[in-house]
């Protein structure tokens, strides 16, 4: 009886590796995986510009969230908002970078940047910037703000 069982497995299996597949139903059939379309990176804008900002839009003892925007930079879709800042103006040497993904549907771009580890009651000065997954940047420096933490 297990035999039987065994052979009425073992025959549509040799039917398919022998036809290739030809006989089993084309509902039950693999189909090939529908290929994603990607697009080149949008045409990288003549100029960068901040059109709103930046701005301080929200600060705690040890954190704060910087927010500007800018016309489409174009290039890559993969894009980071870059922060310098420092407590003396002239020496911005630290930096916060948040990861964004462009639209390039979109004739804007709205950057928000986290700062964090900032020490309380202190005035921090920055400047803002973008650049691209690969490092090249947007060329859109902002002048030097500032701000103070609680």
């Known amino acids: ?16 590796v022998i036809f290739g597949g030809a006989l089993i139903p084309n509902s039950i ?16 804008a003549t100029r960068v510009h901040i059109t709103e900002g930046p701005a301080l839009e929200s600060v705690k003892d040890n954190l704060a969230i910087i927010r500007w925007k800018t016309n489409n930079p174009g290039g890559s879709d ?8 420092g407590t003396d103006p002239k020496h911005l040497s630290l930096m ?3 990861h964004i993904r462009l639209n390039q549907n979109h004739t804007y771009t709205v950057f928000r940047v986290r700062v964090d580890g900032l020490k309380p009651q202190t005035t921090y000065y ?20 500032h701000f103070t933490t609680p």
């Open 1 to 16: 009886m297990r035999c039987l069982h065994t052979q009425k497995l073992i025959l549509p299996l040799a039917i398919t």
């Open 78 to 85: 993969e894009h980071f908002g870059v922060v310098h800042y």
């Open 29 to 44: 059939q693999a189909q090939p995986a529908p290929q994603a379309k990607i697009r080149p990176p949008a045409k990288v």
């Open 126 to 145: 920055y400047t803002v910037d973008s650049m691209q997954g690969n490092g090249r940047s947007d060329r859109v420096k902002s002048a030097v703000s």
């Open 96 to 98: 916060a970078k948040s």
